[in-house]
C-alpha cells in the first residue's frame, strides 16, 4: 500500500514537473510564446520577418524585444522572461531555414517596415504636394495673380512678402475671420488644424529621434504629442461630423460628396490610429498588425485624395486671403490695378455679404420666410 502510495506520489510529482513552466519552456520556449503569432511557429515569418537563423546580434535582440520596433509592441517580463529570453534567441537562431515556409503575409509585412512604409509615402506625398500645386496655380489665376503682378512689382517684393506672411499667419494659420465671425466653430476648426499640424510635427520627431519606432511609455513627450493632437482631431471630426448629419439643409449642391470624403478618412485616421495603440497596450498582438494596415490606408487615402478633397481649402483659402490683402495694399498705395475687385473665394464674409445683400433685396413681403443659407 505504502509502496503504490509512493509510486503514486511519484507519478503527481513528475506530472507537475512535466507541466511546469521551467522545464516546459526549457524544451521550446519559442513555439509556446506570443511571438509566434507574427514571427511564424516555424519561426520562417507571420506578418512579421523570420527570425530563424536571426542575423540579429544576442544583444539588439534582446533590445527589439523589449523596446519593440516599428508595429512590434515591446514584449515584458510577464510574457516572456529575462531568463528565458536567451534560450529564446538560441532556439530561433538554431531553427533551420525553409523558404517555402515564408508566408504571402510576410510578403504583406514587409511593406510595414519603418523604411519601406516611409518610402510610399513619401511617394505619395510628393504626388499630392504636385496636384495641390497645380490646384492651386488654377485658383491664383482664377483670382488674378498674373494681372497683379505688374502692380506687385511697383509695391515692392519686400513689402509684398511681409505682407504675404502676415496674412498667411493671420487669416490662415489663426484663422482670423472665422474668430471673429463664431468662436466656437473656431474652436471646432481649430481643434482639427492644430491637431492635424500636431500629428505631422510628431511624425517628423518621431522619424527624428525614434526611427525604429520602438514603444515609447504613455507619458514621453514623443507619444503625448500624437496622442493629444490625435483626440484634438477626434473631437473637431465629430463636431463636424455631427453638424453635417443634424443639418437638413447640408446637401444644399454646394457641400460636395468631395467634403464627406475628406471628414470621412480624416475619422478613420483618427479612429485606427488610437485602435492600434489601445490594442498594443492591451497585448491583443494578433490584431495589431490589421488594425496598423487599416490605419495606413486610411492615412494614404487622405494624402492622396488631399487635393481633391475639402482638404484643398487648408491651402486655397489663406493663399487667396493672402492675395486679397496684397490687392488691399496695392489699392491703399495708389496703384491702379486696371480691374474692379471681386470677393475671392477664401474670404467667407463677403460671401455673407452678398447673401445678405440678395436677402435685402427681396423686399419686406419676403421678410422672416425666406432663409438663405450659405455654406463657406
Ligand atoms: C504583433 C506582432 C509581433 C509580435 C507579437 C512579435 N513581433 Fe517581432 N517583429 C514584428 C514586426 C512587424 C517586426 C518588423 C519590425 C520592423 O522591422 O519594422 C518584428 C521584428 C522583430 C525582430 C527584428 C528582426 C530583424 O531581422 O530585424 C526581432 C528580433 C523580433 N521581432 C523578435 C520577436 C520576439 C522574440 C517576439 C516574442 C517575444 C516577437 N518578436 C513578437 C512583429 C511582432
Redesign the pocket.
Known amino acids: 500500500m505504502r509502496v503504490l502510495t509512493t509510486i503514486l506520489a511519484m507519478c503527481v510529482v513528475s506530472l507537475g514537473f512535466a507541466q511546469s513552466p521551467a522545464q516546459a519552456h526549457a524544451k521550446d520556449v519559442f513555439s509556446t ?3 509566434t ?3 511564424g511557429q516555424t519561426a520562417m515569418g507571420g ?3 523570420p ?1 530563424a537563423q ?3 546580434e544576442e544583444k539588439e ?1 534582446m533590445d ?2 523589449r523596446k519593440g ?5 515591446a ?1 515584458k517580463q510577464d ?2 522572461s529575462d531568463a528565458d529570453l536567451p534560450l ?1 534567441y538560441a532556439e ?1 537562431k538554431a531553427k533551420p531555414w525553409v523558404p517555402e515556409e515564408i508566408p504571402v503575409a510576410y510578403k504583406v ?1 514587409q511593406f ?3 523604411k519601406s512604409v516611409s518610402r510610399i509615402f513619401m511617394f505619395a506625398f510628393g504626388l499630392a504636394f504636385v496636384m495641390a500645386m497645380v490646384s492651386l496655380g488654377k485658383w491664383l489665376r482664377a483670382a488674378g495673380l498674373p494681372r497683379l503682378m505688374p502692380s506687385l512689382a511697383k509695391l515692392g517684393w519686400g513689402k509684398v512678402a511681409g505682407i504675404t506672411i502676415k496674412s498667411l499667419f493671420l487669416d490662415g494659420f489663426l484663422v482670423q475671420s472665422l474668430y471673429k465671425h463664431d468662436k466656437r466653430r473656431w474652436l471646432m476648426h481649430g481643434l482639427m488644424l492644430y491637431g492635424f499640424c500636431g500629428l505631422i510635427i510628431a511624425d517628423i520627431l518621431i522619424a527624428v529621434n525614434n526611427p525604429q ?1 520602438s514603444q515609447l511609455p504613455l507619458t514621453d513627450p514623443l507619444k503625448m504629442l500624437p496622442l493629444l493632437s490625435g483626440v484634438a482631431v477626434f473631437i473637431g471630426v465629430s463636431y463636424v461630423m455631427y453638424r453635417y448629419k443634424k443639418d437638413e439643409y447640408i446637401d444644399n449642391g454646394l457641400t460636395l460628396g468631395r467634403d464627406f470624403a475628406f471628414v470621412n478618412f480624416l475619422v478613420h485616421v483618427a479612429f485606427s490610429g488610437f485602435l492600434v495603440v489601445l490594442l498594443k497596450r492591451a497585448g491583443a ?1 494578433d490584431w ?2 490589421t488594425v496598423y494596415l487599416y490605419h495606413l490606408a486610411a492615412v494614404l487615402l487622405l494624402i492622396v485624395t488631399a487635393p481633391f478633397t475639402r482638404f484643398q481649402h487648408a491651402y486655397v483659402a489663406p493663399a487667396l486671403a493672402a492675395m486679397t490683402r496684397l490687392t488691399d495694399a496695392v489699392i491703399a498705395a495708389g496703384v491702379d490695378i486696371g480691374f474692379e475687385r471681386e470677393p475671392s473665394p477664401g474670404r467667407h464674409h463677403k460671401s455673407v455679404a452678398i447673401a445678405e445683400s440678395v436677402l435685402s433685396q427681396l423686399g419686406p413681403e419676403y421678410e422672416g420666410s425666406v432663409t438663405i443659407r450659405y455654406y463657406p
Do not use: A, E, Q, Y
Open positions: 510564446s506570443s511571438c503569432g507574427c514571427h506578418l512579421g520577418p527570425l536571426t542575423k540579429v535582440f527589439i524585444v520596433k516599428g508595429m512590434m509592441p514584449i510574457d516572456i529564446l530561433v509585412g510595414l517596415s519603418p519606432r498582438h495589431v498588425m
